[in-house]
């Protein structure tokens, strides 16, 4: 089974940038599509943003716009996502999931491999 690891978390001041990853152990073709969630101590677990490997086409939530990019690496089996103009609320565990949906993907039932998680701590 494929396993993802986070990395790039870390203590960012209000208006700077940080740079997640998430590699997969291999490649895979049933991996269609790599999200990315997160959860604030006390609230529920919230998408974030979603590629599509095939092809590249992506889902933002309306709160990061603008302000957050996701890319991926092909040849590493690599997804990252780029936080800029970060806001204490963007402070969360930031976890990386995978799956063979291509619709729906902004519902977190729709991936079946997760990370562990990395803490992103925004000051204000």
């Known amino acids: 089974q494929v396993q993802l690891v986070e990395s790039g978390g870390g203590l960012v001041q209000a208006g700077g940038s940080l740079r997640l990853s998430c590699a997969a152990s291999r490649r895979t073709f049933t991996i269609y599509t790599t999200g990315w969630f997160r959860q604030a101590p006390g609230k529920e677990r919230e998408f974030v943003v979603a590629i599509r490997w095939s092809g590249g086409s992506t889902l933002y939530a309306d709160s990061v716009k603008g302000r957050f990019t996701i890319s991926r690496d092909i040849a590493k089996n690599t997804v990252y996502l780029q936080m800029n103009s970060l806001k204490p609320e963007d402070t969360a565990v930031y976890y990386c999931?995978?799956?063979?949906?291509?619709?729906?993907?902004?519902?977190?039932?729709?991936?079946?491999?997760w990370g562990q998680g990395t803490q992103v701590t925004v000051s204000s």
């Open positions: 999931a995978a799956g063979r949906a291509q619709f729906g993907i902004d519902q977190g039932h729709n991936y079946d491999t």
